[in-house]
């Protein structure tokens, strides 16, 4: 069964550790995600943004492809379906779909405008049980359309959006989405401290996983981030997976073709990146 985000933030707040959102494509991605986060007794959040949920046909599709494999794999541990970087519309459509956790990026609105719309999705997501992850200050970079400069969050635009009763807060913190270019200047853990010396007691949320160092990703949840999300990994470990198949000439050996086999490889990809990083945030036997 999908469930709310709220109790595993606030367990994961509790136990210093992360849960990780992890964003899905296709049936592939899915099972392979829920059979890592079972595997390894973790709880998990998938992850889809509006570009996603549109390539997989729409979020009805997506809602009941997930409850459906939930149910079909045997999957006991704590999963909730998120949606990621949601327009105010794209939140009603999740909504109403099945979703049980939504993200409302109101962060390229004034802050008025974010508060007000926040405001009302708080009230909405309490009445369905749903979890909701607001933003202030941007992600850097690109993700499926999403552009962020990614100036960091202004520690009280952040308490005024916390205080609005949201279940967990990205906050820009110099993060960006996608992979790190080589003259990042890395994490502001000065301006995350800000924000939980701000925000007090609410679970954090870090964007761009992929390819922040370890020793950053520690440091972090020890600030207070309770989620951390990661896409990019995913595709880079699928694709290298796939590319090494293929330019083995394996899919002209025998029924090498058959998808079932020519996306093997990348499923396996996918379980081991998800292992990787439940095991660096420390969800793993948390469910
Ligand atoms: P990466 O693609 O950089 O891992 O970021 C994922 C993310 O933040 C999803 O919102």
Redesign the pocket.
Known sequence: MLVSAKEMMEKARDGKYAVG?F?INNLEWTKAILMTAQELQSPVIL?V?EGAGKYMTGFKTVAAMVSAMIDELKITVPVALHL??GTYEGCYKCIEAGFSSIMFDGSHYPIEENIEKTKELVRVCAEKGMSLEAEVGS?G?E?DGVIGKGECADPDECKMIADLGVDMLAAGIGN???KYPANWEGLSFETLAAVKEKTGDMPLVL?????IPEDMIKKAISLGVAKI?????CQLSFAAATRKYVEAGKDLQGKGFDPRKLLAPGFAAICDTVKEKMELFGSVGKA
């Open positions: 959102q964003n992850g943004s990621d970087h992600i970079g993700e960006i989405h996608g964007h761009g996983g992929t390819g999300n990661v896409n990019t990994e």
